[in-house]
């Protein structure tokens, strides 16, 4: 027979996952069924149980192949459900409060174009084994955005940057990663430390508001500093290509007219032009989040008010985030050991829907039509954070089967996965003639998911916890990515003052060189290479 393996658990606490792997090949299942840290209560399905106990050890390769399939599947709903859905109502939000270009371009429309980077984040900060795939995740994204995207607008369109602001933005940007650097080297956190950090974002907001301000007053440009319309523009973007929702019949139609219409949002002369992924795509995002999420659109006449669909919303969006919050704990939760959670859900869904739909016309949207662009907020929200929560741990799985630590995944599937949405956009941006824009959605961006990332991840741990964060530290790598990030924004911080702020195609290679050594170092550092002397 075959000889069991013991392997001794580290000191201190309960033996960990990656271990798995030592074991033979026969006892690995009881192996994750036994240890509490292979128990991942996030995410609907648990990976390593279907890894190492459903799936035959020679189906190895064919298990990985599926979930990275799957892996990019959730990167796809991720960028859907923030750019088609989650962007366009926070922009109706932001545009029913009144708010000024910059200040939404700071705070509402950051958050929407950050959201799966920072919920993947706090994803990965509430357990302490996965902590070093957001870290990761974060200082990885940040070297991708700053060296790969802002080189490759540098390359499609070379152009002078605009001084102060991208100055600003540098300065704020290494402070958060020197201030994050600092937490990492001590090890832990405490309370009043994170919300210093998170404050740090609203000293930059401020300084935004203030020195547009300033800027506006001396008049230096006619139109407002585009510097921080970006994100309005890069959310914007999809709604104008969004052309799908432009019915063209002005004509009054009856309700189950409307209903058909609105959830067929397609052209079908674009239909036939366009290729067979494109095609599934489309299905998918159609079904599954057009009748889910409700999309309201202050730059249309009706707001786009579809009465049938919208009173629809009302019975499927909250049962969406009833069974998905939390990866559907409440869902089948009893009260007082009667009625399910999701039953009372749907009962009242139901009882709204009704009153809604026989009080408003298919013509005119009603009153409180903003409200629903709140309700498309919060369940786009929910969804992107149970996509972003499966993200985590499904990359954890991935970890233990291929003996990885979890930084380098995080720094480059995860931080790969939630840039390259934004890097096309930018790119995209840069080739319409707008660089200066792009290289600012660039910075603006990655201060926001640094701080809120790990703000909002250490302060909703600490709540859960009720003590200070500790980090593991992952050993050399950990620094290796702080030192490329910090050298990265130095030598931009020297050398684009240095060039006039003129960012040319050379300093565009040189970005891209920098970003290659950079993964090599890391990797080879991952495989054992490079040690510490």
Request: net charge positive; aromatic share 12%.
């Amino acid at each position: 027979g075959h000889q069991t393996q013991e392997v001794p658990a580290p000191l201190g606490h309960t033996s960990h996952c990656d271990v798995v792997m030592n074991l033979s090949a026969v006892d690995r299942c009881s192996f994750v069924k036994k240890t509490p840290d292979c128990s991942m209560e996030d995410g609907f399905i648990n990976y390593l149980y279907l890894a190492f106990c459903l799936l035959p050890p020679n189906l190895t390769p064919l298990t990985i192949t599926f979930c990275i399939i799957w892996l990019l599947c959730l990167f796809v709903i991720l960028g859907l459900a923030a750019s088609k859905f989650f962007c366009p109502n926070l922009s109706a939000i932001s545009t029913s409060l009144h708010l000024t270009h910059n200040v939404a371009g700071v705070t509402f429309l950051a958050l929407g174009n950050g959201a799966p980077d920072i919920f993947s984040a706090v994803a990965a900060f509430s357990h302490p084994h996965t902590a070093g795939l957001a870290i990761g995740a974060l200082f990885g994204a940040g070297i991708f955005v700053t060296t790969v995207v802002a080189g490759s607008v540098a390359l499609v369109n070379p152009f002078p940057v605009a001084s102060r602001p991208f100055l600003r933005d540098v300065i704020f940007y290494m402070a958060a990663v020197f201030w994050t650097f600092v937490m990492l080297y001590r090890g832990s956190t405490t309370l009043g430390e994170t919300l210093g950090y998170l404050s740090l974002y609203g000293v930059y907001v401020l300084t935004v508001i203030i020195s547009a301000y300033i800027y506006n007053r001396q008049k230096l440009l006619r139109n407002m500093s585009d510097h921080n319309v970006i994100r309005t523009v890069k959310c914007v973007c999809d709604f104008v290509s969004g052309s799908e929702y432009s019915l063209l019949q002005t004509h009054s139609e009856s309700t189950s007219q409307i209903f058909l219409s609105s959830l067929n949002p397609i052209d079908n002369r674009k239909w036939r032009r366009k290729s067979r992924r494109w095609k599934v795509l489309k299905v998918l995002k159609v079904f599954l989040l057009l009748l889910c999420i409700p999309v309201v659109d202050p730059d249309r006449a009706d707001r786009n008010w579809k009465r049938p669909l919208n009173c629809l919303h009302l019975i499927t969006a909250p049962l969406v985030c009833v069974l998905t919050f939390q990866s559907g704990t409440y869902g089948s939760h009893m009260i007082q050991g009667e009625l399910p959670v999701w039953l009372l859900t749907l009962l009242l869904g139901l009882f709204l829907s009704a009153i809604v739909f026989f009080t408003t016309k298919n013509e005119t949207p009603p009153k409180y039509h903003p409200l629903f662009a709140l309700m498309g907020f919060a369940v786009s929200a929910v969804l992107i954070s149970a996509a972003a929560s499966e993200v985590v741990s499904l990359l954890h799985m991935l970890g233990v089967v291929l003996s990885l630590s979890n930084t380098v995944l995080g720094l480059t599937l995860l931080a790969w996965g939630n840039s390259i949405g934004d890097c096309f956009a930018d790119i995209t941006i840069a080739r319409q003639g707008y660089p200066r824009m792009a290289i600012s959605a660039c910075f603006g961006g990655i201060i926001f998911n640094m701080l809120f990332g790990v703000g909002l991840g250490c302060l909703l741990q600490m709540l859960k916890t009720q003590s200070n964060v500790q980090f593991e530290s992952e050993g050399l790598l950990m620094w290796i990515l702080a030192g490329a990030l910090g050298l990265s924004l130095v030598l931009s911080f020297i050398i684009i003052p240095l060039r006039q702020f003129h960012m040319d195609r050379a300093y565009g290679v040189f970005l891209l060189v920098f970003y290659a050594i950079f993964l090599l170092i890391a990797l080879l550092t991952e495989f054992g290479q490079i040690h510490m002397a």
